[in-house]
Each structure stands twice: as C-alpha cells, then as structure tokens.
C-alpha cells in the first residue's frame, strides 16, 4: 500500500481553548471546525445525500459535463493536495481520470483521513498518497516529501463559505503561497440564490443537518467532560441576505448553565450559540476575492440553473 500518513492533528487542549473562548463572546460563536470529530464527518456524509442538499448532485453534474476542460488546466503529472477532504470521494471523479504524479488529502480528524486514505490505497495502488491530518485553519507546514512543483490544490464544495470574506482572503493568499508560482486551485463556491432554496438545504427534513448541528455539543460533552444538556437545545439555520449567508445555530430551550472544566457559561431562554456561516458569492464577488489573495482565474464552469460554480485559479 503506497499510503504515507503525517499525523500533526492538534492536541485536546486545542479544543477547550476553542470551546471557552467561544463561549465567552458575546453573542456566543463556536468554530465550524469543530464539527469534524469522526462521528461528525460520518453525519455529514448523510447530509451530502439528502433531497434538499443540492449542491453534491449539482457539482457532480458540473464535474462530469465539462471534465475534459477540467483535466487539461490540471496538466500532466500534477500534484493534487486537497484540504478538508474528508472521505476523499471527490477526488476519485478525477482519479479515474487523470494521474497524478501524488495525492495529498488533508482532514482534521485523523480517523476519519485514515480510513479514507487506506480505501484510496487500495483502490488506487500506484498512486502515492499522503494523508495529512492537521488543522488547516491555522499555519502548517506540508510535508517535505510534496514536490514544491506543480502543485494543484483542490477544494470542492462550498467549505470556502465557511470563512468570513477577510479570513476567506488569508486562507487563499496561504494557498497561494503553498501553491508556487506555477501552482493552480481548483474550488467548488456556492452562489447566491432564492432564500427558500437556501433555508430548504439547510433545514433537511430528515433532520441530518440538526444532528451534525448538536453533535458539537455532544462532542464537547464527551471530550471535554462538560456539562451540557445537549437535548436542552435545537437547531435553526436561515439565510441571512444583507449578508449573503447561511448561518447556522443552536438555540437553548430553556435557561441554563454549560460548565467546562471549571468554566460555567449562563445561557437564556432563546439564547444561541452561533455555529456556522456560509458565504454565497457571485462568480464576479468571488473573482475579486481571488484576485485579493493574489490568483487569476483561468476558467469557470456553472450548472444550467446557476447554483453552484467551479473555478480554476492560476497564480499570478
């Protein structure tokens, strides 16, 4: 199996730092990577295949209409790093397609990337892979054993919306500068469309999206040993439209204390805990923030109804 695994994955006194430091703010927020413990990643593989979770099927549909274009900004014997890849199936669309000289996939829960990269291994024997767990929201290095060439960072979805647009900046500015100066991005952004269609996504019937939502707080409970009473809360996401984002919380149904290693957090009745934004950009919004962080775009690709875009950025 030709699987290399670099485990920098951040220490537990990484996450009660985070999880104090959120709750101590007014209004209180908590991390979006912290969604991302294994049972976390699990759920939101469920949430990826709900009806009202369009954005798989329409990517999917964009990545298979306009491959061939794909694979040749990708260039021959590219070195494909992928940050937050969760269960790396993404990337095998490309695989079957194309080979790398590597693959890189990067995750913040070890579990989670191990497991993926052995079934990548196995299905892919040729290919060296390297796992990479380590959070990608703070400086990293990447291994010396990634050619410092030919470098194409790939980063579908809309994960990029998760970032506020300074730190969305920063985050591709850092890209940019792992990239090299022939290197390219490959980024999946959501676009800005009806809120019902917004909040509908969201807000999946099945509950999927509300049990990855209360899963942070069973994580804090559990890692942490907090006291919280995680069925004392439920989950409300909605579209924010002066903004141009979802925002995803967690609201108390009642008034009541969290308590983490000595720390307690009074919380009001209707109170929330603000977990999640995610950014919508037009394709001319998003064009501008990467020419901020010091990328050209080379080619962008739409489904027929504009939902979701597809850019390929040089740097510059």
Not at 6 to 12: G, I, K, L, T
Not at 67 to 85: F, K
Not at 111 to 134: F, G, N
Request: aromatic fraction near 10%.
């Amino acid at each position: 199996m030709n699987l290399h695994f670099h485990n920098f994955q951040p220490e537990s006194e990484d996450l009660h730092a985070s999880v104090v430091q959120g709750l101590m703010r007014t209004p209180k927020q908590l991390h979006p990577k912290l969604f991302y413990d294994e049972i976390g990643s699990q759920i939101f593989e469920r949430i990826c295949e709900q009806p009202e979770y369009y954005l798989p099927e329409v990517e999917r549909g964009i990545f298979e209409t306009h491959a061939r274009e794909m694979i040749a900004c990708l260039g021959e014997n590219c070195h494909i790093i992928e940050p937050g890849a969760g269960s790396s199936k993404k990337i095998r669309f490309l695989l079957d397609r194309i080979r790398p000289s590597l693959y890189a996939p990067m995750d913040i829960s070890a579990e989670h990337l191990l497991t993926s990269a052995q079934k990548l291994a196995r299905d892919y024997p040729v290919l060296p892979i390297h796992a990479i767990c380590v959070d990608h929201t703070k400086p990293y290095r990447l291994p010396a054993e990634i050619p410092g060439h030919n470098r194409v960072f790939f980063y579908p979805g809309s994960s990029l919306g998760n970032f506020d647009p300074v730190d969305a900046i920063h985050f591709l500015r850092d890209i940019r500068g792992k990239a090299g100066e022939d290197g390219g991005l490959m980024i999946g952004i959501d676009t800005k469309k009806p809120p019902e269609i917004l909040n509908r996504a969201y807000n999946d019937a099945a509950g999927a999206t509300a049990a990855f939502n209360l899963n942070l707080l069973q994580r804090i409970k559990s890692e942490l040993d907090a006291d919280v009473d995680v069925e004392s809360f439920y989950h409300h996401a909605f579209y924010n439209e002066r903004l141009g984002r979802i925002e995803m919380h967690l609201y108390s149904r009642c008034k009541q204390k969290i308590r983490v290693n000595g720390s307690a957090f009074q919380i009001e009745a209707g109170e929330s805990i603000h977990t999640e934004n995610s950014y919508k950009y037009t394709v001319e919004e998003f064009q501008a923030l990467a020419r901020e962080a010091g990328w050209k775009s080379d080619r962008v690709w739409l489904d027929d109804k504009q939902y979701f875009s597809v850019h390929f950025l040089r740097s510059c």
